[in-house]
């Protein structure tokens, strides 16, 4: 499946939510659920696990879609994602990228890219 980066530069086809979406697949939502609530200390259900992209009109995760802050302002400021912003990388920014490495990286590239042309 070819990458599909959310605002923050996330792989959003590897996230088990949007493949759990795909594929309707009830086992990969309670999977996901459990452990996005360990890892994130909300209390995920797997009927909350429904999603296409972050960056998609479609389905989103609540969290996502209401209160990730993230994507609030990459859409509020209509950028592709977070490396095409004038503020990256902001401060709300630099503390999801460290604990989501590759996503720095991925994001970095991007820049690179960018200046590059």
Known sequence: MPEMLGYCGIDCAACPGLIATRTNDAE???KTAAEWSKSYGHNFKPEEINCTGCVGEGAHV???EAMCEIRKCARGRRRANCADCADYACETLRGF????PEAKVRMDA???RRTET
């Open 62 to 64: 609540y969290y996502c």
């Open 97 to 100: 990228l460290q604990t989501v």
């Open 110 to 112: 991007i820049r690179v």
């Open 28 to 30: 990969l939502r309670a």
